[in-house]
């Protein structure tokens, strides 16, 4: 009879390693992807923001997190963040609230009176685009080094 024992202790230490180090790579990732994005859309957005609440608004929030998943998001609440990001259609500008539209016009250099105005529509200024791309890189970026510190548990 023969009989063989494997001491398989070292083993079991590399398993539990390794998924706490998973674990933390997946939390580490996604938090500093999503606050990588977050800078990106607050820096990178060259329109013109006459208030700062566009640019100080923006914010990432986790959505869910266990030891194998999380996921995050880039959000800007401002209700015309989509007009800025994505170009407009020219379209017709109508008084609801008052009788008359009010305001400055820097084209003509006086104040404009009336029902209406047509508006020409305006270009878009990307900010919320380059802020997913940029975070989708961090988080490429920060998942290779965990696997890379996941590797030299194995060693």
């Given at each position: 009879?023969?009989?063989?024992?494997v001491?398989l202790s070292e083993?079991?230490?590399?398993?539990?390693?390794?998924?706490?180090?998973l674990?933390?790579?997946?939390?580490?990732?996604?938090?500093?992807?999503?606050?990588?994005?977050?800078?990106?859309?607050?820096?990178?957005?060259?329109?013109?923001?006459?208030?700062?609440?566009?640019?100080?608004?923006?914010?990432?929030r986790?959505l869910?997190?266990?030891?194998?998943?999380?996921?995050?998001?880039?959000?800007?609440?401002?209700s015309?963040?989509?007009?800025?990001?994505?170009?407009?259609?020219?379209?017709?500008?109508?008084a609801?609230?008052k009788p008359?539209?009010?305001?400055?016009?820097?084209?003509?250099?006086?104040?404009?009176f009336?029902k209406?105005?047509?508006?020409p529509?305006?270009?878009?200024?990307?900010?919320?685009?380059?802020?997913?791309?940029?975070?989708?890189?961090k988080?490429?970026?920060?998942?290779?080094?965990?696997?890379?510190?996941?590797?030299?548990?194995?060693?």
């Amino acid at each position: 009879m023969l009989t063989c024992r494997v001491d398989l202790s070292e083993f079991h230490a590399a398993v539990t390693a390794t998924k706490r180090e998973l674990g933390a790579t997946v939390r580490r990732s996604t938090m500093q992807a999503g606050a990588s994005g977050r800078d990106e859309a607050k820096a990178k957005g060259q329109f013109q923001d006459r208030t700062g609440n566009l640019r100080r608004e923006i914010f990432w929030r986790i959505l869910t997190y266990d030891a194998q998943q999380a996921e995050g998001e880039i959000v800007s609440p401002m209700s015309y963040s989509q007009f800025v990001e994505n170009p407009t259609r020219p379209h017709k500008i109508v008084a609801r609230r008052k009788p008359e539209l009010v305001f400055w016009w820097p084209k003509v250099g006086a104040m404009f009176f009336g029902k209406s105005v047509n508006h020409p529509g305006t270009r878009g200024y990307p900010f919320m685009g380059p802020a997913y791309l940029r975070a989708e890189s961090k988080l490429y970026a920060e998942v290779d080094a965990g696997l890379a510190r996941v590797s030299a548990i194995w060693r």
